[in-house]
Each structure stands twice: as C-alpha cells, then as structure tokens.
C-alpha cells in the first residue's frame, strides 16, 4: 500500500514521550510505525509536566503543544473533566488546517469530535479503556472524600459521553473483549493490539536467578500488586523478587530484605536488563483495565511469565504465560519453575502467541481504515 503523502493529525491526551507508561507506550510506537509506513503525522498534544520533547519532531511533521486547563478551570459541568480539562481554539484551529483524517487517542481528547466544523472530517478514536468503568472501579477503592466523590462524578458523566460518540467512523479498541461494548458507537469497530517498544522476540534461554516485578510504582494498583508480592507471597517462597519501577513508597521499601530487593527509578537499560535475565515475571493484576504493556514488554524480552486471568483480559496471549489465579496457586507455581529451563521451544511458542502483535502490520491495519479509498 502506497502511504506516501498521506497525512494524518493525531491528538493526544500527554505528551507521548518519554514513553514510561502504559498509554504512550502504545501511542508513541504507533507513530514511529506509522512514520515508517510513510504516513505524514500532525501531532496534537496536552502538557501538563513532561514539557516539549524533540524526539517527537524526528518522528511527526509538526508537533503542537496545548495547556491542559487544570482545576477549575478545566470543568464543565456536562462533559467528563478528562474531556473538559482539554480543550481550547488553537487546538480546533489546528485541526482545521487541512481536511486530512483525525486520530483521537482515548475518550480524553474527543472535544471537539461532534463539532460542526469537522462534521466531515474522518475520525478514529483509539479505545484505550471503557473509560466510565475504569472510574467506577476508582471510585470504589475510596473510602470517602473528595476523590470518592471526583470518581463517581467521571464515571457517570463517562457513561453518557459514551453514548453521544456521533460523529466517528471507526474505534479501534485496545482490549479485544472491549469491542462488544463498543460496537454500536460508530460505523466499524475492531480489536486493534497494543503497540510496543519490542520488533521481535528476543528472550533468552536457560536460566535466571530471580523474580521480577515491574511498573510505575506511583499508580496505585502497581503499588498494591508489589504489596502484596511482598506480604502474602514472598514472605512465604524461598526464592528472590525484585520489585523494580518509578518512585516506590516508604511502605514499599520496608519490605527490603535478604529475600526482597526494591530498584528504585531504573533507567530504560537498566530495566531492560533486568527483564532479559529474570527468570519468572510475576505479573498479576488487579483490574482488567486495558492491555498491560508491561506484559507484552516481559514477553518479548523475558522468560516465564506468570499471570493472573484478570492481567490477560482481552490480550489473545493465553497460551504464552503460566496462569495462576490464587496466592497458593502463585506459589506452587513459583516453586515448580524456579528450577525449569526456558528453552527454544518455549521462544518458538513465545513467537506464535505473539503474532498479532507486530506493530508494523497493525499500523497497516490502521491505515487502511483512516484512508479507505
């Protein structure tokens, strides 16, 4: 497919770089797959703390930076403040320029997708959660408060929203099962895999001497997962982990010990690292938010993974990872593959399970239904 001279804008709801967390991960490797596939971008993004990047002009053709409204400023009191908080005229304006397709990436940055102005205009919004369920699942870990109260405000106000998505041409949804709840709100809606910092697999064989556990230790639910490994499994395996990610708490680092090693703000090649030579990644999750890509990153560079059925939600992976969904079930399998090789075999198979995720042919995916002509 000739993509030269193609262009397309791409709003975003952060700067998308550095890529260190779960959403730009997938935003940033979609550009850089698109960018290879010949399509010229017109990248849109909200900055509210990670400043201008240069690396993101080595990849798009023009890069515009918008203010988030924050606080106050940012609430409109029939819009979703996710919504709400990014808006403005340049942005409009900017989109206005030429008639080329749209990619909305996540609900946060839909504004102005029923507006007047761009009733013609196709658009993509990329899915990369049921957003309202995602809020009330926040909503519910408070126990009072103003948060309570901020979560359960989104969650209703993201449900109607969701519901008012007219003007789309096509979601394409992150999570596979998401595609069902999706499939009435616009013309096509389809499962389209995460993209990712990995081009093959490149896991090693033999073995390593440690668990691994990885994430932004910020967000809460990575936090409460590390918690738990440490309290109610680790305590109670023979075997070393390492907790590894951004900014982990006081409470976190108390676990430190013979048994357990906290690796505070690894560097990417650093982590890197230390998923190559781990030999078992331990990676349950609490939530079924989404594609984890701290999964598809353990899969293509490191050994066993194990898993829980709420981390695989709507990943397609199941055959790739070792499943254990109770704390006995974790540690009888921790015990069982502490001692096994990862072989050939198990790259080979690693392989297979991953060929839906090849960014290179999902960006093709993609550019077939921003330009169907």
């Known amino acids: 497919m000739n993509s030269s001279n193609r262009k397309l804008h791409v709003v975003v709801f952060d700067v998308p770089y550095p890529p260190n967390y779960g959403g730009v991960v997938d935003v940033f490797y979609k550009l850089k797959a698109l960018q290879n596939e010949g399509i010229q971008l017109t990248l849109h993004c909200f900055e509210y703390g ?13 890069v515009y930076y918008y203010k988030r409204k924050t606080g106050l400023l940012g609430l409109q009191w029939n819009k979703p403040y996710i919504v709400s908080s990014r808006r403005g005229n340049a942005l409009l304006n900017n989109l206005l320029q030429d008639d080329a397709p749209i990619l909305f990436e ?5 504004y102005y997708l029923n507006h007047p102005q761009l009733q013609h205009r196709f658009k993509v919004l990329r899915a990369h959660n049921i957003e309202h369920l995602y809020y009330k699942n926040l ?13 359960q405000r989104e969650q209703k106000l993201l449900e109607i929203y969701e519901n008012q998505l007219h003007d789309l041409q096509s979601i394409a949804c992150i999570a596979a099962h998401e595609v069902t709840y999706f499939e009435h709100k616009a013309k096509q809606v389809f499962h389209l895999p995460a993209f990712h910092q990995e081009e093959s697999v490149s896991s090693k064989t033999g073995r390593g001497t440690y668990c691994l556990y990885h994430g932004n230790l910020e967000i809460k639910e990575n936090e409460d997962t590390a918690l738990y490994l440490c309290k109610e499994v680790f305590s109670k395996v023979d075997y070393p982990l390492i907790v590894a990610g951004k900014n982990p708490s006081e409470q976190l680092k ?3 010990s013979n048994n357990i090693h906290i690796k505070s703000n690894p560097s990417e090649d650093e982590l890197h690292e230390l998923i190559q030579d781990a030999h078992i990644h331990v990676l349950p999750a609490l939530d079924a938010n989404g594609i984890k890509l701290k999964l598809l990153y353990a ?12 981390m695989l939600a709507g990943s397609g992976i199941d055959r790739s990872v070792l499943v254990a969904n109770t704390t006995e079930e974790l540690i009888q399998t921790i015990s069982t593959y502490a001692v096994k090789f990862f072989t050939e075999e198990d790259i080979e ?3 297979h399970a991953l060929k839906n995720y090849r960014n290179d042919e999902n960006a093709q995916r993609l550019i077939h239904v921003a330009f169907p002509s």
């Open 299 to 310: 899969l293509h560079a490191g050994r066993f993974c194990i898993v829980n059925h709420t």
């Open 50 to 62: 990670r400043g201008k990047q240069k690396e993101l002009e080595t990849i798009c053709n023009q």
């Open 106 to 110: 996540g609900i946060h940055t839909t």
């Open 349 to 351: 198979e690693r392989k």
């Open 254 to 256: 108390a676990f430190e």
């Open 139 to 151: 909503a519910e870990k408070q126990s009072y408060g103003f948060k309570k109260w901020y979560f």
